[in-house]
C-alpha cells in the first residue's frame, strides 16, 4: 500500500505570513493528492485536491503543487489568517489507481498567531 | 448540505463491553469509512465499506467488526472493549473522490 510522510508536525507563523506543508508519498501510481482541514471538534474537510496531469492548483489563498518524479506534493497558504490554524492532512490513494480510499499523512497542526 | 452524522460525540464504556458506534449519511454515497484518529499517528483506517454488506479491512482492523445493513448506515462494532481502543473514532462517505467526515466520536475505555 502507499506510505505517505508529512512535515512539519507543527507548524507556528505570524498572521500574513506564508504557511508550507510537504508530503511525500511511495506509489509512483498515485494520481490524486487531496488536503483536509480539521478545525477543533471538528471532522476533516477537504480544501484543495490535484490531480497528477498538472503541477500546480490555486484557490484563493491556498495551493498546491505536484512534483511527479520527485514523488513529493506541498500546500503553500498565502497571507495566513488566524481562522487558518488547524490540523492539516494530507493523503495519496491507498494502493495506486483506486482514488476511494486514501492514505493519510499524520497531519500538521499550524497555529498562526495574530 | 451534506451530512455526516456520528450517534455520539463522548462515550465512557467499561473494558470488556460491546461498544456499538453508528454513523449514518444523507447523500446516497455508495462508500462509507471508519478511521482511529489518534496524536501524532494521524487516521488510520478500520474498516471500508463500498456497498450495502460488502466491507474491506483496512491498516488496524483487530478487534474491531462492520455491519452495513442500509446503504446510509455504517456500524462499527468493538467486540469487547480494551483500553487501547481509547481514542477518537471518525466515519466518513464519499460517492467518488472527496469524503466527507462527521465531527467524531471521543471514546474511553476504563
Known amino acids: 500500500g502507499e506510505n505517505v510522510e508529512q512535515h512539519p508536525s507543527t507548524l507556528s507563523v505570524q498572521e500574513g505570513d506564508s504557511a508550507v506543508i510537504k508530503c511525500t508519498y511511495s506509489d509512483s501510481a498515485s494520481n490524486y493528492f487531496p488536503w483536509y482541514k480539521q478545525e477543533l471538534g471538528k471532522g476533516p474537510q477537504l480544501i484543495i485536491d490535484i490531480r497528477s496531469n498538472v503541477g500546480e492548483k490555486k484557490d484563493q489563498r491556498i495551493a498546491v503543487t505536484l512534483n511527479k518524479t520527485a514523488k513529493h506534493f506541498s500546500l503553500h497558504i498565502t497571507e495566513t489568517q488566524p481562522e487558518d490554524s488547524a490540523v492539516y492532512f494530507c493523503a495519496a490513494p491507498y494502493s495506486g489507481g483506486s482514488n476511494y480510499k486514501l492514505t493519510f499523512g499524520k497531519g500538521t497542526l499550524l497555529t498562526v498567531n495574530p | 448540505d451534506v451530512k455526516v452524522t456520528q450517534s455520539s460525540r463522548y462515550l465512557v464504556k467499561r473494558t470488556g463491553e460491546k461498544v456499538f458506534l453508528e454513523c449514518v449519511q444523507d447523500?446516497?454515497?455508495?462508500?462509507m469509512f471508519w478511521y482511529r484518529q489518534d496524536p501524532g499517528l494521524g487516521l488510520r483506517l478500520i474498516y471500508f465499506?463500498?456497498?450495502?454488506?460488502?466491507?474491506e479491512k483496512g491498516d488496524i482492523p483487530e478487534g474491531y467488526s462492520v455491519s452495513r445493513e442500509k446503504k446510509e448506515r455504517f456500524s462499527l462494532i468493538l467486540e469487547s472493549a480494551s483500553t487501547n481502543q481509547t481514542s477518537m473514532y471518525l466515519c466518513?462517505?464519499?460517492?467518488?473522490?472527496?469524503?466527507?467526515f462527521g465531527p467524531g466520536t471521543r471514546l474511553t475505555v476504563l
Open positions: 447523500m446516497d454515497h455508495e462508500n
Open positions: 465499506s463500498y456497498d450495502v454488506k460488502m466491507k
Open positions: 466518513a462517505s464519499s460517492f467518488h473522490n472527496e469524503q466527507f
